[in-house]
């Protein structure tokens, strides 16, 4: 196998290919850097960006960010709200420790549950007081598009890591199944606590123990609440989706996590999800369909 690595999409990517097939390495590093620059809400002039300034006012983007948009919209629908592109809003009020009144705060939980973003052709409005990031969304949908380049090409294996948002194409290349780890979330050492064998699948998870902010000083949780507008209190530790789909594998690992256990379990058994869990007292429940190996410790 020969791989790649960049840093898009703010982590670390890493693509291998069959030997044979290397020299479609560079394609892929530059769809990688053409998403990640359209969406990336640091650039000026990036759809995301040109969104998040619009003041409320209708904006034109790409074609790509309409769709992924409309999948955005979906997924709120689906997920009953538990997914909301506009949760990005409360993550950027605490990365600015921007205290608000609880008046304010109300407002703002009651708006994250009526206004949404509007589609018009190529044309997006996102509501005033708004801003969306595709943190939880894009590396899916990257990895979507990766693997049908691939396919197209004629690729029948391939290992795309978008910063732990995993797509497996196809099989290895000794005709054995792909085992991608479950990291343990409990463990500090980043340890395995299991392997998922997988063929043509994406396994992608979102886990409470990345507190990736810090609010007056006190880390809380990337993944919001939009019912609450708080970093959201899971009874999940971690929560991983396998799915053929990629993007919807990463939509449904970041929308379980807030639904916690008892609201999850309903979701996944009504839209036949297959999810590899484990919640805050260590409890590990995973779909039949999925094969895990445990490690001996
Ligand atoms: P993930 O690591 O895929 O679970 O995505 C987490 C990222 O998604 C966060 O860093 C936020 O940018 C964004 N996000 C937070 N809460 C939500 C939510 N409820 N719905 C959609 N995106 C969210
Ligand atoms: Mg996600």
Redesign the pocket.
Known sequence: MKSIQNNCFHTLNTIQLPDRDAALLPEIDTICRFYSDLWNHNRPGSDVWNINHSCGTYVNVSHETIQLLTLSEQYRTITDG????L??TV?HLIQRNKNTSSHEFTQLVEKLSREHILIDGNRVLCPPWGVI?F???AKGYVCDRINEFLTAKGVKSAMVNLGGNISALGCRGDGSDWKIGIRDPFSDRKTSLCALKVRNRSV?T?GMY?R?LSFHGRPVH?????STGLP?VSDFSSVTVVSESSVDS?AY???I??MGRKRAEVFIQKNDIDVFCMTSDRTIFYTDNLHPIFFES
């Open positions: 538990a997914f909301n592109i949760a990005a993550k990031d943190g939880s969304i992608v979102s990345e990736a990337h993944i919001i609440d939009p959201c990463d690992s970041t929308a996590t807030v």
